[in-house]
């Protein structure tokens, strides 16, 4: 199921985040740069939204469903405009076959290797343990032994959201979205200015490089610091 969750989290955040572009009348976007600005904006908005239920003591699966379901709710008018700006790039990527099919092969491998249970030192030794406890607790739970439970980061809400939904795999799912969302800024953004054979080339060197492809697939917060550094 992590990768309907994955789904239904992510278009749900997107569509926010598309609602609220527009309604700010943020203009010069294409439709598909709108979805992913739409959707990094949108899972950020999460991520505030569920430290927002944590430290008021409220991160509880009633709460959390109440939250994603507000975000539907504002979001849903978006849904099939988005659907649609997914294929906007398409006769664009068209030209690079190769490419286009060597950088899609890579995130699907990688997204293949997040269904293996965690299993690396940070996940299981305070990255999940500290999502857990939150999750436990529905609050912001610290641990004197765990410096980094005194500053929860917004990769251990997602984390905390995937273990209250049942799927520590989820976690690593939001981590290799993350890791696409980046890849697709690094194409929206070059596409404006260089020919796409260069713009692909540097998509393909990003996602292949041996940190990327390392992390991609773990409950660690490196893709989702990449995100917001890149996005910003």
């Known amino acids: 199921m992590g990768e309907t969750d994955l789904a239904l989290v992510a278009f749900t955040v997107a569509g926010c985040g598309r609602l609220l572009l527009r309604r700010f009348e943020v203009r010069g976007l294409s439709e598909s740069e709108r979805t992913l600005v739409g959707a990094t904006l949108g899972l950020g908005l999460l991520t505030q939204g569920l430290f927002l239920l944590c430290a008021v003591g409220l991160l509880k699966p009633w709460a959390v469903i109440m939250l ?12 099939s405009d988005l659907w649609v700006s997914l294929g906007a790039n398409r006769n664009l990527l068209s030209d690079r ?7 899609l092969a890579v995130l699907a491998v990688l997204f293949w290797l997040a269904w293996v249970p965690p299993h690396l030192y940070d996940s299981l030794v305070y990255h999940l343990p500290l999502a857990a406890g939150y999750a436990r607790d529905g609050g912001l739970a610290t641990r004197p032994d765990l410096l980094f439970s005194h500053f929860p980061q917004n990769g251990e809400m997602l984390f905390a959201l995937s273990l209250i939904l049942g799927s520590d795999v989820l976690a690593q799912l939001f981590s290799w979205l993350a890791t696409f969302l980046s ?5 929206e ?17 990003t996602a292949t490089h041996t940190a990327v492809m390392l992390l991609t697939p773990t409950a660690y917060v490196e893709t989702l610091v990449m995100l917001w550094v890149t996005a910003a």
Request: hydrophobic content about 65%; proline content about 5%; aromatic content about 14%.
């Open 68 to 79: 994603l379901g507000a975000f539907w709710v504002v979001g849903f008018t978006e849904l």
């Open 97 to 103: 076959p190769l490419m286009t099919g060597a950088l």
């Open 183 to 187: 890849v697709w800024w690094l194409f």
């Open 189 to 205: 953004m070059g596409k404006r200015e260089a020919p796409i054979v260069v713009v692909l080339t540097a998509c393909l060197m």
